[in-house]
């Protein structure tokens, strides 16, 4: 079975400024793995996934992730926030063969300051 | 506009009514989810399906029902309500496996009195 550990449930950061949101994972297989972006009062939507070959993944809205393997890490990173990036991120894995489905780490709320 | 679509976005209720929650899909995905979103708790999983007429538990099952007749459809029913189900809920889908991207609807908040 996989599991998520999304290491910090908030992160207040100032405009322009770069930030990281950081994902563990625990799996003794091979893994997919996600990021979500849910904005207020709306579902989740995909801003990137890692399903192979390169480990750093390009997705929406200038964020991107590496995939670290020896350290079971899928951070997420900006190099320059904006206020419209307020928003509660997810992190999801899921194993290779499509056996279970998503798990998702507990969220990590971003709040960019003005 | 094809997606998924939740219905009601906000529904009231007593305990130990019945409630049932709608879930509809425009895509014929062969997945479709019910999550939970409780503060601290992030996203956990109530039922899913991979096909019509196949249904599995997920994490948080007690207390909820399921049925999908249908490919586009995919109703949560809670039996009995209890104030512990006040929450918000979200239904997804996914094309060809449960490992691919979801796709989610905009919620449910369900308040139960």
């Known amino acids: 079975a996989q599991s998520v550990t999304q290491l910090d449930s908030q992160v207040p950061v100032f405009e322009e400024a770069p930030v990281e949101l950081r994902c563990n994972y625990s799996?003794?297989?091979?893994?997919?793995l996600f990021w979500y972006v849910q904005y207020p009062n709306q579902g989740l939507q995909l801003l990137l996934k890692?399903?192979?070959?390169?480990?750093l993944v390009k997705g929406i809205n200038g964020f991107e992730a590496e995939f670290n393997k020896s350290q079971t890490s899928f951070h997420l990173r900006k190099p320059s926030v904006h206020i419209s990036d307020t928003a509660e991120y997810f992190c999801?894995?899921?194993?290779?063969?499509?056996?279970?489905?998503?798990?998702f780490g507990k969220g990590t709320r971003l709040s960019v300051i003005a | 506009d094809a997606g998924i679509t939740q219905s009601p976005r906000y529904k009231i209720t007593e305990t130990g009514r019945q409630v049932t929650l709608m879930c509809h899909q425009t895509?014929?995905?062969?997945?479709m989810f019910w999550y939970r979103q409780d503060l601290g708790h992030g996203l956990r999983l109530i039922y899913y399906?991979?096909?019509?007429?196949?249904?599995d538990k997920g994490e948080v099952p007690d207390g909820y029902v399921v049925s999908r007749s249908k490919t586009e459809n995919f109703p949560l029913t809670l039996e009995s309500a209890t104030r512990s189900q006040t929450s918000v809920y979200f239904c997804?889908?996914?094309?060809?496996?449960?490992?691919?991207?979801?796709?989610f609807g905009d919620g449910t908040r369900l308040s139960i009195l």
């Open positions: 799996s003794s297989v091979s893994v997919y």
């Open positions: 895509w014929s995905h062969s997945y």
């Open positions: 399906s991979a096909a019509a007429d196949i249904t």
């Open positions: 997804a889908s996914s094309d060809r496996s449960s490992n691919q991207p979801q796709h």
């Open positions: 890692y399903l192979s070959g390169s480990t």
């Open positions: 999801a894995v899921s194993d290779l063969a499509g056996n279970t489905p998503l798990v």
